[in-house]
């Protein structure tokens, strides 16, 4: 069992530094990449005014 929580963990950070590398290569690749990852949330309207506009 603790040969089996070793191999485990291992292949856990051999994933979170393969994870890391990629990150690191699409951080510093090109602006583009972090500005489309942005994006605009528009708020929603009040119930009331809602119902306000829907009645007028």
Avoid: W
């Avoid at 603790?2 to 510093?28: E, M, P, S, T, W």
């Avoid at 994006?39 to 119930?47: A, F, G, N, S, Y």
């Amino acid at each position: 069992m603790l040969k089996g929580l070793i191999v485990c963990f291992a292949v856990l950070f051999a994933q979170l530094a393969v994870l890391h590398v990629i990150d690191a290569r699409l951080y510093n690749s090109s602006p583009n990449v972090r500005q489309t990852a942005v994006t605009t949330v528009t708020p929603h309207k009040d119930e009331k005014e809602g119902e306000e506009e829907a009645q007028s």
